[in-house]
């Protein structure tokens, strides 16, 4: 590929959506519980992630773009201890910090080299309309100096709330900043108009109503959801089975240019050597597939690259971002 690792210090991505803090609780099991037939973990240690949104705003810093972000927290531990963890990360945040919401956490218990369980402290919840303006006025003075807008949906409220995630979409636009969604849910009319939309296989048998099988159904489902859509660009994520993209070619690199509908359908093989832990892949996906769109590449290198890159990630423990060193090794190899 035509790009260096220095080519993204360049690169400067806005990333808007739920932003949660990762607990891992590490511990090992000897035995099992007299009072229920379920381990006892003695624990030994806790570690901290920045996940959600948080964790593609860190991809992207990772790998040396310009990343910054616009989520709510609450007003609690949790959201004092998310700000710690982004600004160390060089991460420009723009957090909300509202007496009406609670900072989403996952607590994931860890023992026997697996998940054993997870603990979610969440309140699922759309914005007041005073918020949700708000944040509009801020996104809309702020778009026209990004490349690239990610909105990771992972339906906690935010970008479910009536009409934001249009407004979002209709502003990018206007600006001519692409604008890619990580997509949760049967409820796609929000995305319209979108560059692109990256579900997973789950999300797009959702979306589509049925099962699909066959590469020739797969093709033909996204063909039908991206019109139905108005998307310029679907790709779907399939796990062992790589990627799938569908769009409009374009007539240069990158996003810009003139577009028609006569792409071919890019089958894209799995990368992944061994697969430890799927935790934040769609974040590393759609991350770097943005920093690939922001310094010049089509969408088909830039999906090439970031199906590398999940390859990588998907063999670490618990929501890791690419680095550096391991996105410049991808580089050298193509």
């Given at each position: 590929m035509a790009v260096s690792l220095e080519d993204f210090s360049k690169s400067k991505i806005l990333v808007i959506g739920d932003i949660m803090l990762d607990c891992y609780l590490w511990g090992k099991v000897e035995r099992i519980s007299p009072e229920a037939p379920v381990p006892i973990v003695q624990a030994l240690k806790r570690t901290y992630m920045v996940g959600g949104a948080g964790n593609v705003a860190i991809n992207l810093a990772s790998i040396g773009c310009k990343s910054d972000i616009v989520a709510i927290c609450g007003k609690d531990r949790a959201a004092s201890q998310?700000?710690?963890?982004?600004?160390?990360?060089?991460?420009?945040?723009?957090?909300?910090?509202?007496?009406?919401?609670?900072?989403?956490?996952?607590?994931?218990?860890?023992?026997?080299e697996q998940q054993l369980l997870r603990i979610d402290e969440e309140r699922v919840q759309t914005l007041r309309d005073e918020l949700k303006e708000a944040i509009l006025s801020k996104i809309e003075k702020m778009v026209k100096s990004y490349q690239v807008v990610i909105l990771s949906d992972y339906g906690k409220g935010f970008l479910k709330t009536p009409n934001i995630t249009e407004s979002i979409i209709s502003i990018c636009r206007d600006e001519g900043v692409a604008v890619l969604v990580d997509p949760k849910g049967r409820d796609w009319d929000r995305y319209k108009n979108a560059t692109c939309v990256t579900p997973n296989s789950a999300e797009l048998n959702l979306v589509a109503n049925e099962i699909i099988d066959s590469d020739d159904e797969?093709?033909?489902?996204?063909?039908?959801?991206?019109?139905?859509?108005?998307?310029?660009?679907?790709?779907?994520?399939?796990?062992?089975?790589?990627?799938?993209l569908t769009g409009r070619s374009r007539a240069g690199q990158g996003f810009n240019g003139e577009a028609s509908d006569n792409q071919t359908p890019l089958l894209i093989?799995?990368?992944?050597?061994?697969?430890?832990?799927?935790?934040?892949?769609?974040?590393t996906v759609i991350a770097i597939l943005a920093a690939g769109l922001s310094v010049g590449l089509s969408f088909e290198d830039s999906a090439r690259l970031a199906n590398k890159a999940a390859g990588v990630v998907v063999g670490k423990v618990g929501t890791q971002p690419i680095t550096k060193d391991e996105l410049n090794a991808i580089l050298i190899s193509s």
């Open positions: 998310l700000k710690q963890m982004v600004d160390e990360h060089k991460i420009r945040e723009h957090l909300i910090f509202d007496d009406a919401h609670l900072t989403i956490t996952k607590t994931r218990v860890m023992a026997l797969l093709i033909e489902a996204s063909e039908r959801i991206r019109k139905l859509y108005a998307l310029e660009w679907l790709l779907i994520t399939r796990g062992a089975k790589g990627m799938c093989p799995t990368q992944a050597r061994q697969v430890y832990d799927v935790s934040g892949a769609g974040d």
